[in-house]
């Protein structure tokens, strides 16, 4: 899944995704005072845009020109200020350490590998005090795609976490949806 595979899918249809935020965002960030949002793998930007509404400033990453192009077209002028894109290979490229209050992470593939370079990329990226949000699809789930065992689940992120971390869910939960049926969550906040 390069990047030529997800601007193929986002050229493939004008709007891939619902243009709603993740329900597991809302429910757990809803509760969290704003500051500096990282969004991994942003996609058509409705995770970003819900959390600069809600007074975050936010910076959103993904590999896709097409999906940040349309990402930045449904922002409202008021959020504008909030929000700041970026196109960038974040397996490749870690983002700032210790820069975000909060780390989100919806559906965006990192591939297990020894050393978890990429994962701990992202996980470097949260404040002392900040929080990371890790959601995906479980498995066995009959909907995901094939290859999914390659990718890392909340357990093994979990296992992961040394003693800077205290680990606030993890688990399984129902999520509406036509091909999805549930999300495997993680939210774990740095102590120090
Ligand atoms: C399944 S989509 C999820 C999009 C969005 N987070 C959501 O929940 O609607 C995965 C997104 O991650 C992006 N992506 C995949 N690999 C990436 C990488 N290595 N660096 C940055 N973005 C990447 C894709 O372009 C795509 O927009």
Same mark, same amino acid.
């Given at each position: 899944?390069?990047?030529?595979?997800? =601007?193929?899918?986002?050229?493939?249809? =004008?709007?891939?995704?619902?243009?709603?935020?993740?329900?597991?965002?809302?429910?757990?960030?809803?509760?969290?005072?704003?500051?500096?949002?990282?969004?991994?793998?942003?996609?058509?930007?409705?995770?970003?845009?819900?959390?600069?509404?809600?007074?975050?400033?936010?910076?959103?990453?993904?590999?896709?020109?097409?999906?940040?192009?349309?990402?930045?077209?449904?922002?409202?002028?008021?959020?504008?200020?909030?929000?700041?894109?970026?196109?960038?290979?974040?397996?490749?490229?870690?983002?700032?350490?210790?820069?975000?209050?909060?780390?989100?992470?919806?559906?965006?593939?990192?591939?297990?590998?020894?050393?978890?370079?990429?994962?701990?990329?992202?996980?470097?990226?949260?404040?002392?005090?900040?929080?990371?949000?890790?959601?995906?699809?479980?498995?066995?789930?009959?909907?995901?795609?094939?290859?999914?065992?390659?990718?890392?689940?909340?357990?093994?992120?979990?296992?992961?976490?040394?003693?800077?971390?205290?680990?606030?869910?993890?688990?399984?939960?129902?999520?509406?949806?036509?091909?999805?049926?549930?999300?495997?969550?993680?939210?774990?906040?740095?102590?120090?």
């Amino acid at each position: 899944m390069d990047v030529h595979h997800w =601007d193929d899918m986002y050229r493939s249809r =004008d709007q891939v995704f619902s243009g709603n935020p993740n329900p597991v965002l809302v429910a757990e960030v809803g509760c969290l005072p704003p500051g500096q949002a990282l969004d991994v793998g942003c996609g058509e930007g409705a995770d970003a845009l819900w959390l600069a509404r809600c007074g975050w400033q936010v910076t959103a990453v993904d590999v896709s020109e097409v999906a940040l192009r349309r990402a930045a077209g449904a922002a409202e002028a008021d959020v504008r200020d909030r929000l700041a894109w970026a196109r960038a290979d974040l397996t490749v490229a870690p983002p700032p350490a210790r820069a975000f209050d909060l780390v989100s992470v919806h559906y965006f593939p990192i591939r297990r590998e020894p050393g978890h370079a990429a994962l701990y990329g992202l996980l470097n990226a949260v404040a002392p005090g900040g929080a990371f949000l890790f959601v995906t699809h479980p498995l066995p789930d009959p909907a995901s795609a094939p290859r999914s065992a390659e990718y890392y689940q909340p357990g093994d992120i979990a296992q992961l976490l040394g003693p800077a971390w205290h680990v606030l869910v993890e688990e399984t939960r129902p999520r509406a949806g036509p091909r999805h049926t549930h999300d495997a969550v993680l939210r774990a906040s740095r102590l120090r």
